[in-house]
């Protein structure tokens, strides 16, 4: 019997080499940057256990820990800190001696080819856990005219030029401001460029949406909010066309790359996002992403590489340039292991 099959998409699929040929979508080891998480002491290895794999590390296991993603072929690495003091303005993450200004130092100073992201959020070093000054009676910036509890954006904007100076100085190549501030692109090159870094680059969470995907971050970083949650500043997500808004106001405020997040629960805005503009796209695949596919795995009910390959193919397929992944180490492995 004959048919008239003409077109048969099959006849590329038949051999490993002709769907290696054929294959559309690469992620390279270049491709990743892999996200640590800072704490003061020594000999620290304290596993999240919301994140199999992934520790909170002093320093010193820092630089072991980087040193084999360095050996994988991984090029960049996005620090988040854990001060030893939390107060109401964060000032740890604008102190020359505070924690990452420390990290990024001695990475530097025993990787100096290493890309060192720094993430500028003030979640981590408030003693509330929100991105910065919250308008209450009891401190200087306090407001009357504002809601008790709103973000104060305007001095908390100034507080992040400060401490985009202090970890470009201490040798940061890429700030990354994550708090969702309206003008905070703008006021950070200002920052920069006054202080004489005008070769920083920002790297803007430029859409970040509330996701209940960040979870497990929250236990790693110690972050979580003391009250309410980051709805007043971070996006809903039931929005498309506001993403468009915000990667576009932060390009026009001098962003250099821009930032979706999370990633694979948001395919569709990486898409929109990557289409319209013209810089780099990074996508976060965030704490959340990386945890249901570990838990899932944990219990034989996914297989975790195929998962997380599949997961950040994906994300790449969407347009992302750049994935920043908990996985990056694994990915790194897997490339060199070749395919499945
Ligand atoms: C800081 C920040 C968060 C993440 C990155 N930077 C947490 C948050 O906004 O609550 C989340 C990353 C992840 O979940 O992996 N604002």
């Not at 929005?239 to 106001?249: F, G, P, Q, S």
């Not at 996914?302 to 347009?319: P, T």
């Amino acid at each position: 019997m004959r048919y008239d099959i003409v077109q048969r998409p099959r006849r590329l699929r038949y051999s490993a080499a002709l769907r290696a040929l054929t294959n559309e979508t690469h992620i390279r080891v270049d491709d990743l940057v892999a996200p640590f998480f800072v704490r003061d002491g020594t000999g620290i290895r304290n596993p999240i256990t919301s994140m199999p794999g992934q520790h909170q590390l002093s320093i010193d296991t820092l630089l072991e820990e980087v040193a084999v993603h360095v050996n994988l072929g991984i090029k960049a690495v996005l620090l988040f800190g854990i001060p030893l003091h939390k107060d109401a303005t964060g000032s740890d993450n604008y102190d020359h001696n505070g924690i990452i200004p420390r990290a990024i130092r001695s990475l530097k100073a025993q990787f100096p080819e290493l890309l060192v992201i720094s993430d500028l959020c003030f979640c981590e070093y408030t003693d509330h856990g929100h991105c910065g000054i919250i308008n209450t009676p009891d401190q200087p910036a306090y407001q009357p005219n504002l809601p008790i509890g709103y973000l104060l954006n305007d001095v908390t904007v100034e507080l992040l030029a400060k401490a985009a100076v202090v970890h470009a100085q201490a040798g940061a190549d890429i700030i990354a401001p994550s708090g969702m501030l309206d003008g905070m692109v703008e006021v950070i090159r200002l920052g920069l460029d006054n202080a004489g870094l005008s070769h920083i680059s920002i790297m803007s969470y430029a859409v970040k949406y509330a996701s209940a995907f960040y979870g497990p971050f929250r236990e790693a970083a110690e972050s979580p909010p003391a009250f309410g949650n980051r709805h007043q500043y971070q996006m809903q997500p039931t929005n498309r066309r506001e993403a468009l808004r915000e990667a576009a106001l932060d390009i026009a405020e001098g962003a250099d790359m821009i930032m979706v997040k999370p990633a694979a629960t948001y395919l569709d805005i990486i898409s929109a996002v990557r289409a319209t503009v013209e810089v780099p796209v990074a996508a976060y695949h965030v704490s959340g992403e990386y945890a249901m596919i570990h838990a899932a795995a944990e219990r034989g009910w996914l297989d975790l590489r195929a998962s997380a390959m599949e997961s950040l193919i994906a994300i790449k397929r969407a347009g992302a340039d750049i994935i920043i992944t908990y996985f990056a180490k694994d990915v790194a492995q897997w490339l060199r292991e070749g395919n499945d």
